[in-house]
């Protein structure tokens, strides 16, 4: 007995806790992330909150926890069991493939972020290990990115490497953050137009940086404007080694580009090729998705043939230089640094970075996630996952001085086409970075500037959406100006002032709408009595009380004349706050003022607890279903128009007699005119029924 009360107690307490937490704005991540992180880690999504939930909880044995968790954390120990040597050679053959896609990009984006070529390298080998212990999606490949890298120099430029890493560990640490509260849908408040106009302002900006090292010119400014003004007054300094090698490489590129298209089977019977076109098909796609590493192999290769030939070993363009070879020590993120004369502590690291800290770790998820979905048809897609993930990649990048890293729609999609089986390509390709970290860094040596920024320039040049603008145009132009704003922002005062604003428009979109919410009102006629039917758009949170109050109340008065009832359709109310229920309080205290009926339909089980807590369940009149509204409203009436329709049958049959051999008796002598007046008499084989005079 004393161990059931205990329980009894337990349950009591527990549900008022939860209605407490509850109540709170994050609701179940603030109790879950209380109560028991662990619990919470392994709970995706979030499990109905009850006491038989605490009690089962509390009968599972930690080993059986353990398990739980790494299965949802730790998804290789899921997939590991069942790797067969199919698979190795399939992720082998992916891993090698997206290596030479990998290698070129990590030097060229290190270019594009500000810092030395072999921190881009540093950036390649962590994320493939730490994903194929956490990541979900096969097809991700963590790694430099043309966006983390344009916006980590937005943030570090003039700055030294120790912001670099040091923005990297906070990367980290603000997506696992973002992973164990579940915060993930902060992403969902930037739309598809501020995507796009960030995503197409990030790419000319990519373009225009680059083309300085495309020309060979030497200056630094700050700013997009700024850039072009100098690219315009240098222009007659172009190197033109550097403009010849830099066009040279785009066309090269652009034409491998299209020779991964080429189809060497008739379109109308692709599986009718031959042997030798199969081979050949799939000898031109491993040109196409390796152009990167030929391009810039043969641009150093060319380099190094001039250096040989020249008498003082100098090449007629900018070239990388010296490489650190080796791999990177392992070491804390650095929390102060020295620049000239000023030491920064980690306060002033901080406040240097401004949202830097925010804005990196955002776009990086936004990235990463969209990524996952895209390739998540055949696979199950867990958000939280995959920003715990990209955290742990982040973070343990940080320890090899690695810059900000997220996923690339281009390696993915490179992935997926070579055949990828599990997220074990992630080894292979992590091993091919280390051994040209080991044995080629002497060989990047030779490797052309303008090479780099002609595979820049055309990674990103196919990133700039242009076909949106048209749609938008005909569809919404409210989101084209979403568009646009953000796409200029981002040119004019940086790419995080323009994402930010973009965002900014979208909220205040949303807040509009929720403050303004729409309403239907209509006048139905039904059940011998007209009543006014009023259908709000959204749920009732703060922002739109005081309107839907205000129309409804006008809706009564003018529509409903003061008398008619009024009926509030709550289906789409499936979210209400504390003000909402005051909102309904005063509605249905303003409606019996008046005398005039209101009455609630459909409201959603939850939003009807809420108003039964707040102690104003027994004042207001609720509706299950609209064929019921009838009774509801008109009962009375219904109830003395069916009484008296009774009467009315009575009477009539009281004038009514059975007709024996086709013939109508009389009924009472006032009735009996009109009843013989209104029957003919049949023959004598007319079967007996029931004759009526009306």
């Known amino acids: 007995m004393r161990v059931a009360s205990n329980t009894v107690k337990i349950k009591q307490v527990y549900e008022h806790y939860v209605n407490f937490i509850l109540s709170l704005p994050l609701q179940k991540p603030i109790f879950w992330f209380t109560f028991n992180v662990g619990y919470y880690l392994k709970q995706s999504p979030c499990p109905k909150i009850d006491s038989e939930g605490l009690l089962e909880y509390l009968r599972i044995s930690h080993a059986q926890r353990l398990r739980r968790l790494l299965r949802r954390r730790v998804p290789l120990v899921t997939w590991l069991p069942s790797y067969s040597a199919e698979y190795v050679v399939a992720d082998l053959v992916a891993g090698v493939t997206l290596g030479l896609t990998l290698l070129p990009q990590s030097i060229a984006y290190a270019q594009l972020a500000g810092v030395s070529p072999r921190f881009g390298l540093y950036s390649a080998f962590t994320g493939g290990i730490v994903y194929m212990l956490l990541g979900t999606i096969k097809e991700v490949t963590i790694g430099p990115t043309s966006l983390m890298a344009i916006v980590t120099f937005q943030f570090t430029r003039e700055l030294n490497i120790h912001f670099v890493i040091l923005l990297t560990f906070l990367t980290g640490l603000v997506q696992l953050i973002m992973g164990v509260l579940r915060l993930g849908f902060l992403v969902d408040f930037i739309s598809t137009p501020v995507v796009s106009g ?97 391009c810039i192999f043969l641009a150093a290769l060319v380099a190094k043939v001039l250096s040989h030939f020249s008498e003082d070993e100098e090449v007629p363009f900018a070239i990388v230089g010296d490489i650190v070879p080796g791999l990177p020590t392992l070491a804390l993120p650095p929390f102060h640094t020295t620049i000239g004369n000023r030491t920064y502590t980690f306060p002033d690291m901080v406040s240097e970075l401004g949202v830097g800290i925010i804005i990196v770790p955002l776009v990086g998820v936004l990235g990463n996630v969209a990524i996952a979905k895209a390739f998540a048809s055949d696979q199950t897609m867990d958000a939280t996952q995959e920003m715990v993930a990209l955290a742990g990649c982040n973070l343990v990048g940080s320890l090899v001085q690695a810059m900000p890293v997220c996923g690339a729609f281009t390696r993915s999609a490179v992935s997926h086409a070579s055949g990828v089986r599990t997220p074990m390509v992630g080894l292979y390709t992590t091993t091919l970075v280390v ?54 922002a981002c040119l004019c005062f940086g790419v995080e002032v323009g994402l930010v604003l973009g965002m900014a428009l979208d909220l205040t979109r949303l807040l509009h709408v929720w403050a303004r919410p729409r309403l239907t009102i209509t006048i139905c006629c039904e059940g011998g009595g007209e009543y006014i039917l009023v259908r709000p758009s959204l749920g009732l949170l703060f922002p739109g ?32 706050d504390f003000t909402g229920v005051k909102a309904f309080e005063a509605l249905v205290r303003d409606f019996e003022k008046r005398g005039q009926q209101l009455l609630f339909l459909e409201v959603d089980p ?33 109830r003395t128009a069916s009484n008296q329709d009774a009467d009315d049958a009575r009477s009539s049959l009281a ?22 007046a209104g029957v003919t008499a049949s023959s004598a084989t007319t079967p007996a029924g029931p004759r009526c005079s009306i």
Request: aromatic share 8%.
């Open 545 to 576: 009380v005081d309107t839907l109050r205000q129309l409804v109340d006008e809706a009564g008065l003018h529509e409903g004349q003061g008398t008619l009832p009024v009926v509030v359709d709550c289906a789409p109310i499936l979210a209400m």
């Open 655 to 676: 004038a009514c007699e059975w007709g024996v051999d086709g013939k109508v008796q009389r009924g009472d002598g006032d009735a009996s005119s009109t009843a013989t």
């Open 435 to 488: 051994l040209a970290l080991a044995f080629l860094t002497p060989y990047f040596y030779f490797i052309p500037r303008a090479t780099l920024a002609a595979v820049l320039i055309c990674a990103v040049a196919f990133l700039i959406d242009a076909s949106i603008v048209p749609q938008l145009w005909r569809t919404s132009k409210r989101d084209l100006v979403t568009l646009l704003v953000t796409f200029s």
């Open 606 to 638: 939850d939003v009807r607890d809420l108003l039964r807590r707040a102690g104003l369940y027994n004042s207001i009149s609720f509706c299950e279903e609209e064929d019921d509204l009838p009774s509801m409203m008109f009962g009375e009436r219904l």
């Open 198 to 294: 960030f995503t197409s302002a990030t790419s000319f900006i990519v373009i225009v940086a680059q083309l300085k090292h495309l020309g060979g010119l030497r200056f630094q400014v700050r700013g997009f404007l700024n850039r072009l003004h100098a690219l315009w007054t240098h222009l007659p300094e172009v190197n033109p080694g550097d403009a010849i090698l830099g066009l040279a490489s785009i066309v090269f590129l652009l034409a491998l580009k299209r020779l991964g298209t080429v189809r060497l089977a008739a379109k109308e019977r692709p599986d009718a090729a031959t042997s030798w076109q199969t081979t050949a098909g799939r000898v031109l796609w491993f040109l196409s998705i390796s152009r990167n590493a030929l």
